[in-house]
């Protein structure tokens, strides 16, 4: 069977599915998706737990799954965590270089990474990830590493994702009550990014946003490494509930309306099972047809009608919600100044990227080209890779290999008497 | 001075002053002083270090400052210089000294508030500076301070808190006395000594680490007492100064640095950073009120303000920041910037604070740029200020005219009452819309819009 170290399995507690995908390191150290188990998710709200008992059965049955596909033993996983709670900001660290020659040192350079990790957050709140971006050498912008080179100041950016400790407590314990290990808790809008964003569009800018059934994550990458991450605790399931309200239909057959005809856009070309009134009679045209005025009718076990809906109303109520999160991520990014950063446009995933048209709401809303994120750099299981809900586990994996990677590399440097110290500040590529 | 007396800083030759400390030279800190206002400022030390602390400034020369020392220990009050001494007696003392005991140095204390009271009459601002942990000053420093505000003072405190290694019990007295003196005083700057070990070498001697604390303490009453004095191109005010410290109750951070030549303002912000008391100026980055004095020759310059409040502004972003500027014809050629910064203050509140009404009730920060607003309610003129500014609380029509002015003419607090007004709009709205599954969930508030509220209704659009 596989080393513990070569496996490795990321799991997403969402808030309608819950998903762990297994991955496996060859080798020659590429990942290779080995496994896929998911479960409808029942114990969660807006990304967070709700229910414990519940989440835990399906995190089991989910992992369980996986297991069973992949046929290994799952001991540990990396956890994707996500919430309202959750922010994400820039900070700068600071230290002067304070030896004679001013030359930086390995030790300046530590220095000034603990200064920008000591930030001053709530006593509650705990840092999920600093991540290094860029060094600054006496206002010299863009250094990658600063070691060796002369000057009084070294500053350096880090972006820190952070969140209340307790609530990020709950879905560790979750997995734990059920013997797994939590190798390390990772941020869901970040595991996303991983796995849709090449190295390209890192470096030319994209922005991904993972509309989930509870929460909208979403991550801006710009210059190669994260400049902006965040969360609105609104999603798939805001929508099912606006058009449950709005229809005044219960929420399971709302729900069922918003997969079978729902649309990002009022216009759209897939009214397939749209029952035109007989009295407008106008035929069922697949091609870009109005709305206006199509009705569905719904009906109960005995087939009798119970209740007609307009479809035009279902389109408003869904295309408000949908706009309305892009439009409060869009003004996020204007006040972070990083809407002319997104060179290489807009990745969408996650179960919302199925809603019709999403693409051209989100062109409409950010006037840039927006398009369904594929998982890249990861082979396997073809199927779950073209999959936009699998986008954060499979991320999840991703960032694992990561990890895995810096531990060798590290130890391996570390026998053979190498200086290991920048290479085991963690560091996303 | 007794070595052996409880004495912490016998007399050094001048030369042996540390190199670490960007200290400004004694000679020159103090030209002819040109006095803007007649503010009558006083140093009231307090116990054995305090006692020694005022002896080290009287030392460096201050001018139109008065000194006066309290202690419990009549030996080290005679070795003393400064104009006025008080001997705290008390029956309960036997002639002896409080013996570390924070009780007996309070009771000292409160058996002599007539005199205290006397001490403080006609002066304007008191620093109280004192060496937490041991009896004397941690419990008569609070009394001290309480008097001095009762008289109408602005009450500043300096004090150190022991060495790590001076013990368990000293650390948490210190700390206690701490909290007093903050309830009681307006501001307190205060040193822990550990902080210490950052700017000695291993082999400084336990003499000289003391006169380091001694001076650093020094350097921070001069500051604050040159911000006051003296005549500045952008004044700071004694009321700016109040805006920062008072009701804050909170520990500040002090540091000055100072440099010449042409890239003097770059040298003085690098020295600022790196100054041990900012902790690489992480202090800058918490802060919550910063206040910047910089003084400088004839030929400063505004770029050369500028540049350094570009960077200190930059440093802390989320800071209410003031500043002031001073042109003094003897610091030529040379730049020194004084900061003090503010934390934010913990949320518990010590119980002693709650008398202090008028701070309370100065909710809104005063914003920068309109400099007038805090000296208007908080400054009283400086000429003839009523003697109890803080016994008579003032009457309830005040405080709500108060808030009607603040209404009017300060823009960023229309920013915090609509959100107050907006938050509550949201618990009297007349529709109830029910969010259905998010009910019971905690709300997604987005600038104070409840976001569970389906998107069409929020917008108001018809669905017929």
Known sequence: ?429 | MKPNSQDKTPNLPAGKANQALTKVPASTTIPEAKSRKNISIKVFGVGGAGGNMVEQMIKSGFSEVSFAVFNTDAESLENSSATQKLRLESKLLRGLGTGGDPDLGRAAAEEHLPELKALCEKTDVVFIVAGLGGGTATGAAPVAAKVAKEAGALVLGFVTLPFDCEGVRRQRQAQEGLEQLKAAADGVICLPNQKVFKLIDENTSLIDTFKITNDLLADGVRGIWQLLTRTGLIDIHFADLCAVLRGRHTESSFAAAEAMGANRSREVMEKMLAHPMFEGGQMLNEAEAVLVSLMGGPDLTMAEVNRVMEQINRQCENAQVIMGAAVDPAFKDRLSVTVVATRPSLPEKSPAATDDVEADERTPAPSKNRPGLESQFLSPSLTGRPASRFVAPPPELTSEKREQLLEQQATTLGRQRKKSSRMRQGQLSLEIISKGRFDKSEPTIHKGEDLDVPTYIRRGVALN
Request: with cysteine; aromatic share 4%.
């Open chain 1, 1 to 429: 069977m596989f080393e513990p170290a070569s496996l490795i399995v990321g799991l997403e507690i969402g808030t309608s599915k819950i998903c762990a995908a297994v991955g496996e390191i060859n080798a020659a150290g590429a990942v290779n998706l080995i496994g896929l188990g998911q479960s409808r998710s029942r114990g969660v709200r807006k990304g967070e737990i709700a229910d414990a008992p519940l989440a835990e059965e399906d995190v089991r049955n989910a992992i369980v799954e996986a297991e069973q596909m992949a046929d290994v033993e799952i001991r540990s996983v990396y956890l994707g965590v996500t919430g309202g709670h959750i922010r994400g900001f820039n900070n700068r660290g600071v230290h002067p270089v304070v030896s004679a020659d001013r030359e930086i040192a390995e030790e300046d350079v530590q220095d000034v990474i603990k200064n920008a990790k000591a930030i001053n957050l709530p006593a509650q709140n705990h840092v999920v990830h600093a991540i290094r971006q860029h060094f600054l050498v006496d206002g010299q912008d863009g250094i990658e590493n600063p070691v060796g080179m002369f000057g009084a100041r070294v500053e350096v950016d880090v972006h820190v994702v952070h969140g209340n400790f307790n609530r990020l407590q709950n879905p560790i314990r979750t997995v734990k009550s059920l013997q797994l290990e939590v190798e390390a808790i990772v941020f869901n809008g970040l595991a996303s990014a991983l796995a849709l964003l090449t190295p390209e569009q890192k470096e030319l800018g994209a922005l991904v946003i993972d509309i989930g059934g509870g929460t909208t994550d979403y991550a801006v990458y710009a210059d190669g490494t994260i400049k902006h991450t965040g969360v609105l605790a609104i999603g798939g399931d805001h929508v099912s509930n606006d058009l449950a309200y709005g229809l005044k239909v219960p929420l399971g057959r709302a729900e069922q309306l918003k997969i079978e005809h729902g649309a990002a856009l009022l216009d759209s070309a897939c009214g397939v099972s749209v029952s035109g009134r007989a009295a407008l009679g106008a035929g069922v045209t697949p091609q870009a047809e109005s709305i206006k005025g199509k009705t569905i009718t719904l009906s109960n076990e005995l087939g009798l009608t119970l209740k007609t809906i307009n479809l035009e109303h279902l389109r408003r109520i869904m295309s408000l919600r949908l706009e309305e999160i892009f439009q409060l991520i869009g003004q996020d990014l204007e006040q972070a100044g990083l809407l002319d950063y997104l060179r290489s446009g807009i990745f969408v995933c996650g179960g919302g990227s199925r809603i019709p048209q999403i693409e051209k709401l989100g062109e409409k809303v950010f006037e840039l080209p927006v398009s369904l994120g594929k998982a890249s750099s990861i082979s396997g299981l073809k199927s779950a890779l073209d999959q936009p809900e699998f986008a954060t586990a499979i991320g999840l994996v991703k960032y694992g290999s990561f990890i895995q990677h810096q531990k060798k590399s590290g130890r391996a440097s570390l026998t053979d008497g190498i200086k290991t110290t920048l290479s085991q500040i963690f560091r996303l590529g």
